[in-house]
């Protein structure tokens, strides 16, 4: 990933989303799964669309992620994508896999494309079934239009206990044709790739050879999405997906195109964005946890400890309380499993340094309690051992995370 780093034009769109790119539109509305919020949502494809999933690793995967990748297996290709919230559909055995194809094979019958051109996506509580009747109504209800109205309802219909709506987009040319590429995500707890309790979905007016959206997508992945954590939990339902439609009318992208590079630039601006805001929403959280590592022995095991140290449950706690234990970090580099020279350590907190060659140096503790108050902590770590270098995204620990879990269901 290290040609990532290379500036590109690549602008980042205001009220960039899903709907941004050409050719895409999307709609969300309250089926009844939930008491009064809108609970089943759409993307839709004027054309079939190179696709391409990444998903979650708990090994009890839900009944959607299996249909999902049934239809991917096919042409590689989607065109609709079904998300419900209240409901996972996971841990339900037959009947869930049965339901998940009755919804899938409905939203072919409505919009009149092949039952294997529709993805479906399932959040919400585990174990329980999906209410076929009030699924069905609501798939006749959607009607998916590119206006911010109507990407703002798909954002809303997917959220459990999030507090805020997560979209983003950018533009830039590629061939000398626009390229758009936009996204939206919900995800809030049991946040721990690889993949988490997050929906994330990506849409692109680019052209892009078949085989190689999977690719890019595999590549962004690993230093965006699978590099957040909120509570060390992972869920057994979600996933990642992406949708190229290719029109923009660029030639089609893949690593020989002399702009792929670009065209991942642009792709991991999007994922990194909404993993940002998945992190910043942890629940109950109040603040964004960045953590880089730089000399590490590789990139490898410079994202594993940056994410073990961001998952530290006592190092989010001493963010929240303000308090500069920088005693934790050194704690979780250690057990990180990743190569360390222990009297060689740099560690800084925000803009002050407190280790360097493991030597505590002189600082304000008034100052870093002072920065720690800030909505956003920055922690940086050197090893000093190599060039591996790595970022993880994460959040404060809170007593509200007790509050909101201890009563999930009720």
Same mark, same amino acid.
């Given at each position: 990933?290290?040609?990532?780093?290379?500036?590109?034009?690549?602008?980042? !769109?205001?009220?960039?989303?899903?709907?941004?790119?050409?050719?895409?539109?999307?709609?969300?509305?309250?089926?009844?799964?939930?008491?009064?919020?809108?609970?089943?949502?759409?993307?839709?494809?004027?054309?079939?669309?190179?696709?391409?999933?990444?998903?979650?690793?708990?090994?009890?995967?839900?009944?959607?992620?299996?249909?999902?990748?049934?239809?991917?297996?096919?042409?590689?290709?989607?065109?609709?994508?079904?998300?419900?919230?209240?409901?996972?559909?996971?841990?339900?055995?037959?009947?869930?896999?049965?339901?998940?194809?009755?919804?899938?094979?409905?939203?072919?019958? $409505?919009?009149?494309?092949?039952?294997?051109?529709?993805?479906?996506?399932?959040?919400?509580?585990?174990?329980?079934?999906?209410?076929?009747?009030?699924?069905?109504?609501?798939?006749?209800?959607?009607?998916?239009?590119?206006?911010?109205?109507?990407?703002?309802?798909?954002?809303?219909?997917?959220?459990?206990?999030?507090?805020?709506?997560?979209?983003?987009?950018?533009?830039?040319?590629?061939?000398?044709?626009?390229?758009?590429?936009?996204?939206?995500?919900?995800?809030?707890?049991?946040?721990?790739?690889?993949?988490?309790?997050?929906?994330?979905?990506?849409?692109?007016?680019?052209?892009?050879?078949?085989?190689?959206?999977?690719?890019?997508?595999?590549?962004?992945?690993?230093?965006?999405?699978?590099?957040?954590?909120?509570?060390?939990?992972?869920?057994?339902?979600?996933?990642?997906?992406?949708?190229?439609?290719?029109?923009?009318?660029?030639?089609?992208?893949?690593?020989?195109?002399?702009?792929?590079?670009?065209?991942?630039?642009?792709? $991991?601006?999007?994922?990194?964005?909404?993993?940002?805001?998945?992190?910043?929403?942890?629940?109950?959280?109040?603040?964004?946890?960045?953590?880089?590592?730089?000399?590490?022995?590789?990139?490898?095991?410079?994202?594993?400890?940056?994410?073990?140290?961001?998952?530290?449950? !006592?190092?989010?706690?001493?963010?929240?309380?303000?308090?500069?234990?920088?005693?934790?970090?050194?704690?979780?580099?250690?057990?990180?499993?990743?190569?360390?020279?222990?009297?060689?350590?740099?560690?800084?907190?925000?803009?002050?340094?407190?280790?360097?060659?493991?030597?505590?140096?002189?600082?304000?503790?008034?100052?870093?309690?002072?920065?720690?108050?800030?909505?956003?902590?920055?922690?940086?770590?050197?090893?000093?051992?190599?060039?591996?270098?790595?970022?993880?995204?994460?959040?404060?620990?809170?007593?509200?995370?007790?509050?909101?879990?201890?009563?999930?269901?009720?």
């Amino acid at each position: 990933m290290q040609a990532l780093k290379k500036p590109y034009d690549i602008h980042q !769109l205001e009220n960039g989303s899903i709907i941004s790119p050409k050719g895409f539109a999307a709609d969300g509305v309250h089926a009844g799964l939930r008491y009064a919020k809108k609970d089943l949502g759409i993307i839709f494809s004027e054309v079939p669309a190179q696709s391409a999933a990444v998903y979650t690793t708990n090994v009890f995967q839900a009944a959607p992620l299996k249909v999902t990748q049934e239809s991917l297996a096919q042409e590689h290709k989607l065109q609709a994508v079904l998300v419900n919230s209240a409901c996972a559909n996971a841990c339900t055995g037959n009947r869930g896999l049965l339901d998940a194809y009755q919804t899938r094979e409905w939203v072919a019958k $409505k919009f009149g494309i092949p039952d294997h051109y529709v993805a479906v996506a399932s959040t919400g509580v585990i174990g329980e079934y999906l209410e076929m009747e009030k699924m069905k109504k609501g798939i006749q209800m959607l009607k998916p239009a590119a206006s911010k109205q109507h990407s703002n309802s798909f954002e809303t219909s997917i959220l459990t206990t999030d507090l805020v709506t997560k979209s983003c987009g950018v533009e830039t040319t590629i061939d000398g044709k626009k390229v758009t590429i936009g996204g939206a995500a919900k995800g809030s707890g049991m946040i721990k790739p690889n993949m988490a309790t997050m929906l994330a979905f990506v849409t692109t007016d680019a052209a892009v050879e078949d085989g190689y959206v999977k690719q890019a997508l595999k590549e962004i992945t690993d230093d965006t999405f699978n590099q957040i954590t909120v509570d060390g939990d992972t869920s057994t339902n979600d996933m990642v997906l992406v949708l190229a439609n290719g029109l923009a009318g660029n030639n089609p992208l893949s690593p020989k195109h002399p702009e792929w590079q670009k065209f991942l630039a642009a792709f $991991k601006m999007v994922c990194e964005d909404l993993a940002k805001k998945i992190a910043r929403d942890g629940e109950g959280a109040t603040k964004l946890v960045e953590v880089n590592v730089e000399g590490a022995a590789n990139d490898e095991e410079a994202r594993k400890i940056a994410k073990t140290v961001v998952g530290s449950s !006592l190092v989010k706690t001493a963010v929240y309380g303000n308090d500069a234990n920088w005693g934790r970090v050194v704690c979780a580099v250690g057990y990180s499993e990743a190569t360390v020279l222990p009297d060689q350590i740099d560690i800084a907190i925000g803009p002050y340094w407190i280790l360097k060659n493991s030597e505590v140096q002189a600082y304000s503790e008034e100052a870093v309690t002072e920065y720690l108050k800030n909505e956003t902590v920055v922690i940086q770590i050197r090893l000093n051992v190599g060039n591996g270098t790595g970022t993880a995204w994460g959040c404060d620990l809170t007593y509200d995370y007790v509050k909101i879990n201890a009563s999930y269901r009720t």
